[in-house]
């Protein structure tokens, strides 16, 4: 048997795994790879001798127990298959591959679920497999193909043991954002990849068993939010005032630099100046169809939240605007018999409205990051992890899809108080949303006048309007409650926990 020469290896040659193993390469790691598929192997070794200069770092083997005999110990596997499991019981792919590997590998072997796992499912497989003497790791895995390739966000999470064997390779190949502005080193480069000595990796020890893998989903709840605040924006920019793509590109080019610098206002601004390839009188996005798709991690979020009961409605509203956006024919059908307000109402100036949209852009997102955060400030407490907001959102800060310069200001707030229990209760914060309150207000006020639909607009003002309300109208429900049910209800003058309940007339 040849002696193991891979520091690393990989199964899962899908369009991620390629990019994290091209990625591994670049930065002086030997990678030793597998797929179950053995062509797509065998294409993917060929493509990387072709084109890319790191090709003599990557292994290709047909047989797992060759690929497995291949990597250095402790070997660190990482897993890139699809992964389909929700429930903590659920069986895929994950668990069938790690099966296979169990009788191959030794103690102290590390296996590292690079995939879009449920986080229920990693706290159930770092149990069973650890009972079995594997250690087995979820990380979280955010930017997309060009962040796998060049520098992904990535959010570890399992036995800090684990992580330190894993910790150099993870933090080589994670993105980096400059020790002293923040912001992310961006370079497509493959023969001169961004190494640590030029900036802060954004990666580092989440927690146990399934915090990393929990606070990707999250990550990717914001994502969903993020992008459909900024369809609102559009939207109302498109129906209210009638500008077209790539005048919006301008306005979104403009705020991308102001406190909304982000990937994604820099893409939208991109997408909206972009043509029909097949009719170039024509812009790209008014020939897309307006129906949206989800792999499933918005909906894993908010069914998260309402498991523990925090609102995080403006996460939910965005995955439920998704699924309107489906129902297509449906709505097309709607269109031709529901009638919206009769008469247009004013906007005044469109510069003034415009920028009213970006404060009321800014604040909804503000406090969309809000319920993110308290999501997994209740979670920690569920699971039993210790989780650092501040350091989770500077991992945010580069190589992921939510990388925004805003993300500075979090871990400010943390690092100010890392026990603040609400974003919105950081002077930054609070500052930036009673400035934009107003032009929030209007912006919700005009669209609602005209019958056009800001879901997460509006999801999110009032959001801060029931968190900043002392009384709201619940102790009208627990009246209710206790009418119809005699769930009893507590009182204004006596202890909380005093529980009450009135004889209501018998119903006749
Ligand atoms: P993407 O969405 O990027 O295409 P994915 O569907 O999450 O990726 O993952 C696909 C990868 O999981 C492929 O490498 C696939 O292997 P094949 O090329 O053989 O299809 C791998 N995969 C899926 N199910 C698997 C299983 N039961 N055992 C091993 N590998 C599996």
Avoid at 92 to 120: F, H, M, R
Avoid at 253 to 278: K, M, V, Y
Avoid at 474 to 480: D, E, I, T
Wanted: charged share 25%.
């Amino acid at each position: 048997m040849p002696e193991p020469t891979s520091d690393i290896g990989l199964i899962g040659l899908a369009v991620m795994g390629q990019n994290l193993v091209l990625n591994m390469a670049d930065h002086g790691f030997d990678v030793a790879v597998y797929n179950r598929t053995t062509s797509v192997m065998e294409d993917f070794i060929k493509e990387v001798e072709a084109e890319q200069p790191s090709a003599s770092r990557v292994h290709g083997h047909a047989e797992l127990a060759d690929f497995v005999a291949s990597i250095k110990c402790p070997r660190k596997i990482v897993l890139m298959v699809q992964s389909t499991a929700v429930a903590s019981t659920d069986r895929d792919a994950v668990d069938k591959v790690t099966d296979q590997l169990e009788p191959l590998l030794q103690e102290g072997d590390l296996i590292i679920d690079g995939g879009n796992s449920n986080w229920n499912a990693t706290i159930r497989r770092e149990k069973e497999y650890a009972a079995k003497g594997i250690r087995f790791f979820g990380s979280g895995v955010s930017g997309g193909e060009l962040g796998a390739r060049f520098g992904p966000s990535l959010m570890p999470g399992g036995d800090p043991e684990a992580w330190e064997s894993l910790k150099p390779i993870w933090e080589a190949i994670a993105a980096k954002v400059d020790r002293e502005t923040g912001k992310p080193i961006e370079r497509f480069d493959p023969s001169n990849p961004v190494t640590l000595e030029e900036g802060e990796p954004c990666t580092g020890y989440i927690g146990a068993n399934g915090a990393g893998h929990y606070v990707k989903m999250v990550h990717n709840g914001i994502e969903y939010i993020d992008m459909q605040l900024i369809c609102e924006a559009y939207f109302l920019m498109k129906q209210l005032i009638g500008m077209q793509p790539d005048e919006m590109s301008q306005v979104f080019a403009r705020w991308n630099e102001g406190d909304l610098d982000s990937f994604l206002i820099e893409i939208t601004t991109d997408i909206l100046q972009q043509r029909d390839p097949t009719d170039p009188s024509r812009f790209f996005v008014d020939v897309v169809l307006d129906t949206a798709g989800q792999k499933g991690t918005g909906k894993w979020t908010s069914i998260s939240a309402l498991d523990m009961g925090i609102p995080a409605n403006a996460m939910a509203e965005a995955v439920f605007a998704r699924c309107l956006s489906a129902i297509k024919d449906e709505r097309v059908a709607a269109s031709e018999v529901l009638r919206g307000p009769a008469e247009a109402v004013d906007f005044g100036d469109q510069g003034e409205f415009i920028e009213n949209i970006r404060e009321a852009l800014y604040c909804s997102k503000i406090c969309a990051y809000a319920q993110g955060f308290q999501l997994m400030r209740e979670a920690q407490n569920e699971f039993d992890w210790d989780l650092d907001f501040g350091q989770i959102a500077a991992m945010f800060r580069g190589g992921c899809i939510i990388r925004a310069r805003f993300l500075q200001k979090i871990t400010d707030a943390y690092a100010e108080d890392p026990k603040l229990a609400n974003l919105l209760l950081n002077d930054y914060f609070n500052e930036a949303v009673n400035k934009g309150q107003a032009a929030w207000r209007k912006v919700v006020s005009l669209a609602v006048l005209n019958g056009v639909a800001v879901p997460a607009f509006a999801s999110a003002l009032a959001y801060f309007d029931s968190y900043r309300t002392a009384t709201l109208p619940q102790n009208l429900l627990q009246a209710q409650r206790d009418y119809f049910g005699a769930h009893t209800y507590e009182r204004v003058d006596r202890p909380r926990g005093e529980k009450f309940h009135v004889d209501w007339p018998e119903e006749n």
